[in-house]
């Protein structure tokens, strides 16, 4: 049984798990990895984690360039599967190359639908914040994450270069 979890500390173990399967520096999309340095220690990790959960507050400011974003784990049997992210706005960086929503799933829990489910369940979250047009991109070489957009509906915009490649951009409509 999976379930999609906000960060918290009492799976610092687990998720230590899944990072060290990812191996240390391997970029994690929609994991919001790259707003931390080291996680190791628990003063680290509960940083983190409070940095995650805080980004969703939209009473609160974020940092420049940063929109306010709602982070979750898959979790599975005490296993953290992936991560999942809704950025509840675009910027001209995410309208752009970047999208709502970033994913990823560890190496050892591919290909088991976990990543099609997983979007499925955010754009779900999307449509209650109201959000009535979803943006999910991809690179153009990743055929996964394309199926991915694909199964839960998104529709082919263009294909174009940026910052991040060349990317393919989707749009899921809501409601
Ligand atoms: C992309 C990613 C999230 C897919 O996760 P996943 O849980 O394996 O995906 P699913 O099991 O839901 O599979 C989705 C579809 O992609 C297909 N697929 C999965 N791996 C594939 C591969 N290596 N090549 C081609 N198709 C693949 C599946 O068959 C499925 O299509 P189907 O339903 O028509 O059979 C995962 O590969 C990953 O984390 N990659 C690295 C990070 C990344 O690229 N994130 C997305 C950034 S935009």
């Known amino acids: 049984m999976v379930d999609l979890v906000a960060p918290n500390v009492l799976l610092h173990r687990a998720w230590l798990d899944?990072?060290?399967?990812?191996?240390?520096?391997?970029?994690?999309?929609?994991?919001g990895l790259h707003l931390t340095g080291d996680v190791d220690t628990a003063e680290e990790f509960a940083a983190w984690v409070h940095r995650l959960n805080t980004l969703s507050d939209e009473t609160l400011p974020v940092g420049e360039d940063l929109v306010h974003a709602t982070f979750w784990w898959m979790v599975e049997d005490g296993e953290v599967v992936g991560s999942i992210s809704l950025r509840h706005r675009l910027n001209d960086f995410l309208l752009h190359a970047g999208g709502h929503i970033g994913y990823s799933v560890r190496p050892s829990a591919r290909k088991r639908g976990l990543a099609t489910w997983a979007v499925g369940q955010v754009l779900a979250r999307a449509g209650e914040r109201g959000i009535d047009r979803v943006l999910i991109t991809c690179d153009d070489a990743n055929a996964a994450s394309a199926r991915t957009i694909e199964r839960n509906g998104g529709v082919l915009e263009d294909v174009r270069d940026t910052t991040l490649g060349r990317t393919r951009r989707y749009w899921i409509e809501l409601g």
């Open 18 to 31: 899944a990072r060290d399967e990812w191996g240390r520096d391997t970029v994690q999309h929609g994991s």
